[in-house]
């Protein structure tokens, strides 16, 4: 990978050049690979069943095409600038309405920009997705430090805080004094860490993911069904579903020698998140039936740009950072600094735990948005991005 000729002292443009020699060495690796037997059982619980990864790696060697994702990320205005000693990359799409609303989105882990990129049209050109001009927004993508095309940290300390506030200091560089912010899984701890450290410019914030439930899930409601059925999401998440996460969070180092080894072990250890969009994933390989926009290729995309950036290990990290600054606050015994800007939230019924208006209006009291949607999971953007970007005119219309 590659950028182009700087041409400005803090924002340069970018653009992705992956050598054929790089495609030709990862098609090598995957035709090579050792596998081990059949699981023993016939659904997910003993991990990533055999048959899926192995139409995922047919297809990977035969049929896919990643200079496809390449001119696609080639066609968008991406940048890259270096903030507290970190490149930053990040795509920079403006809108033609010139009264369009900025917004800064967060991916999450084990995803990047790949799941954000076809929210780029609706968002920025809404009449040409069914909206209004006034529904219009201009769009900053980031890639998270460690993640994709940004730098990887050499110091300790990057953690979702520390993002937060380099996030900040993008919008502030980009010209923009008054903005939103959205995101999910890890990107949703960053937005939501902006808000409460009060970063200047940001006026209002959207989550589709309630991570504040790690921390204080025992003592959230449960006397509805439908919180009953939120709890034992969790517990099954706790029990069940949490390999990945301890991991990262404890020894994100020695799972990273299999992972930048092996195209087929990061398939694996990235495909295994949670069950929801496992089995949509699987779906699409074995059955070849996409579930809205997780489709085999962009599926893919995002493993292959995991590969061809050496990430796997610095994004690993990211949970070590964070799970350590979570423990530090919980041993502070004091509680997070309250939220001064409106809050949105959107519950997908294919989350890893569903949350109820209760619970998030439990974490943020003066709740300014929430809706249920009908469909989508845990990678809402990426799934559904039409209905994803009708989410986000709907929850900042008030900020317009």
Do not use: C
Not at 241 to 263: C, H, K, V
């Amino acid at each position: 990978m590659s950028s182009a000729a700087e041409t400005a002292i803090d924002i340069r443009p970018f653009q992705v050049e992956t050598p054929e020699e790089e495609l030709a060495e990862l098609r090598r690796r995957i035709e090579a690979t050792r596998w081990p037997s059949k699981e023993l059982v016939a659904d997910r619980s003993q991990g990533v069943q055999l048959a899926t990864l192995q139409a995922l790696a047919r297809y990977w060697t035969t049929d896919y095409d990643w200079r496809k994702a390449e001119a696609k990320l080639n066609a968008l205005p991406q940048f890259t600038t270096e903030i507290d000693g970190i490149d930053v990359h990040f795509i920079h799409v403006k809108s033609r309405q010139e009264n369009a609303l900025p917004l800064i989105m967060t991916h999450g882990w084990p995803g990047s920009v790949i799941e954000l990129l076809d929210t780029v049209g609706p968002l920025t050109d809404p009449t040409a997705h069914g909206g209004t001009p006034g529904d219009a927004f201009h769009l900053v993508l980031p890639s998270l430090p460690g993640y994709g095309f940004s730098g990887e940290p050499a110091e300790l300390g990057w953690d979702a805080a520390r993002t937060g506030r380099a996030w900040a200091e993008l919008m502030r560089r980009l010209g923009y004094t008054r903005y939103v912010a959205q995101g999910g899984d890890v990107g949703a701890l960053v937005t939501d860490l902006m808000g409460r450290q009060a970063v200047e410019g940001l006026v209002g914030y959207h989550l589709n993911l309630l991570t504040a439930v790690l921390a204080i899930g025992d003592h959230l409601p449960r006397e509805s069904e439908q919180e009953r059925a939120a709890a034992a999401a969790v517990a099954t998440f706790r029990q069940d579903g949490f390999g990945y996460f301890l991991e990262m969070a404890t020894r994100p180092q020695t799972i990273s020698y299999a992972l930048l080894d092996s195209p087929v072990g990061l398939a694996a250890w990235l495909l295994d998140h949670d069950t929801d969009s496992y089995y949509k994933i699987s779906r699409a390989f074995v059955d070849g039936q996409p579930v809205g926009n997780l489709t085999r290729d962009t599926i893919v995309d995002n493993i292959t740009l995991y590969w061809l950036t050496g990430t796997a290990a610095s994004a690993a990290r990211s949970y070590w950072e964070d799970a350590r600054a979570l423990a530090a606050s919980l041993a502070s015994g004091q509680p997070p600094p309250p939220v001064s800007v409106p809050v949105g939230f959107t519950t997908f019924p294919g989350e890893i735990w569903a949350s109820p208006r209760s619970w998030v209006e439990a974490v943020y009291p003066d709740l300014a948005y929430f809706n249920e949607a009908d469909r989508g999971g845990h990678f809402a953007a990426w799934e559904e991005p039409e209905l994803f970007a009708a989410e986000m005119r709907a929850a900042f219309s008030s900020l317009r």
